[in-house]
């Protein structure tokens, strides 16, 4: 309601500043409509509280399928199914250490191998999103003492395995190296001794070396050790209690290899510090699959930085595989239909990576369409294929398509 001065004509300057702050609000009002925030990133928000930890086995193809192979010995590990948030499939077999007649647990930690690379590539697009870094960034400014011959490589060619830089199994001297304890330092000094395969972003080569690189690229943007970064950002928010950087008091399972024709054979020198932000993590299935729901769930990255992930960077000219369509090459994640490798075949497009180290063998993948998340865990090295099978057996049974029975060769 607008005030009536009882004398005509009021104080001038009572006027002018009236007219003054009427300016300051249009002003700011203009700026408020105008002027955006950056988009922030989502909130590691509390996960959906955790089915009770019990065997469920509500897929009955791949319940009869486990049975005959968790028996006889063909699998163990093991094995988790969900659809959204419902539990369709959670059971182990097996054993965590034979010598002690110990059996896996529903709760046992396992190696993660290279599926801990995913878990790296969120650190650096979780630091991007907080504009600490960008994946556009040279990697030379991260890395002291940079050799001239990296000058074009950035973050993004590391993430892609597009940066040239020889991996840790093609340069001279592997298998010393490979049971030599590591500092992150030493690992990036050897790194730059070599040269480039080829021009950065010309090429897909796997590469392990990349991928401890872009830890070295956290701890200096982030001034924290990997773990640290990776338990305060991700691990602590989600309640994933059960996931971190091995050591000797990680309690993770015995892993084991089919090796010389005889049976299980523990494998207890894993030197993990050799792929310290390449294959270090261990977790379990009830973590790994609140892990995946946050991840695509859109609770961790901005979207912008969730597509990166998942986008496809392989050069225009990258050969199919085997004679099958190529996966795409995210940032440590694949797409592919992976149904294709199995009879009867399905075709529906799964992100997913595998892990394979010191007596482990893994295969975590999503199909983001129905939602559905299916977790194998292996602690036999030599299980390959049956880690596979499985995981599309669960993923097929889960999605109401024909149950596969065999490998597709």
């Not at 989502?42 to 065997?55: H, N, S």
């Not at 077999?93 to 590539?121: E, I, N």
């Not at 556009?136 to 940079?146: Q, S, T």
């Not at 392990?208 to 928010?237: C, E, I, M, T, W």
């Amino acid at each position: 309601m607008f005030h009536v001065p009882r004398h005509s004509g009021g104080h001038p300057r009572l006027a002018i500043a009236f007219l003054a702050l009427l300016l300051i609000l249009v002003a700011g009002l203009i700026g408020w409509t105008t002027v955006r925030p950056p988009p922030e990133t989502p909130a590691a928000e509390a996960p959906p509280p955790r089915p009770p930890l019990v065997v469920v086995q509500d897929l009955p193809q791949l319940t009869e399928q486990l049975e005959r192979w968790g028996g006889s010995g063909a699998f163990t590990g093991g094995v988790l199914v969900a659809k959204g948030d419902q539990v369709l499939f959670r059971q182990v077999y097996g054993y965590a250490d034979r010598s002690l007649g110990k059996p896996l647990a529903l709760d046992s930690r396992f190696r993660l191998a290279s599926v801990s690379k995913q878990f790296t590539a969120a650190a650096i697009l979780r630091l991007q999103d907080e504009g600490v870094l960008s994946v556009d960034d040279p990697l030379c400014r991260w890395v002291e003492a940079c050799p001239e011959a990296w000058a074009p490589i950035r973050l993004h060619h590391l993430l892609s395995h597009t940066s040239g830089i020889p991996d840790l199994m093609a340069r001279p001297g592997w298998g010393l190296r490979r049971v030599t304890a590591a500092t992150p330092d030493e690992l990036t000094a050897e790194s730059m001794q070599y040269g480039l395969q080829f021009p950065p972003g010309t090429k897909i080569r796997y590469n392990n070396a990349a991928y401890n690189l872009l830890g070295h690229v956290v701890q200096k943007a982030s001034g924290l050790p990997l773990g640290d970064y990776l338990r305060d950002a991700f691990f602590a928010p989600l309640g994933m209690a059960d996931t971190g950087v091995e050591d000797d008091a990680s309690d993770v399972v015995m892993g084991y290899a089919n090796l010389g024709g005889g049976g299980p054979t523990p494998q207890p020198d894993h030197n993990v510090s050799i792929i310290f932000a390449a294959g270090a993590l261990y977790s379990t299935l009830d973590d790994l699959l609140v892990w995946n729901r946050a991840l695509h769930g859109g609770r961790l990255l901005s979207p912008e930085s969730y597509a990166q992930m998942i986008a496809d960077h392989a050069p225009a000219d990258t050969p199919d595989e085997r004679g099958r369509p190529r996966r795409d090459w995210g940032y440590g994640l694949f797409t592919n239909s992976l149904g294709r490798q199995v009879r009867p075949d399905f075709l529906d497009r799964q992100i997913y990576h595998t892990g394979s180290w010191s007596g482990f063998r893994n295969l975590i993948t999503h199909q983001p369409d129905a939602d559905v998340t299916v977790i194998v865990l292996s602690n036999n090295f030599h299980q390959r294929e049956a880690v596979f099978l499985l995981s599309q057996q669960g993923m097929a049974e889960a999605l109401g398509r024909s149950f596969p029975t065999a490998m597709n060769r």
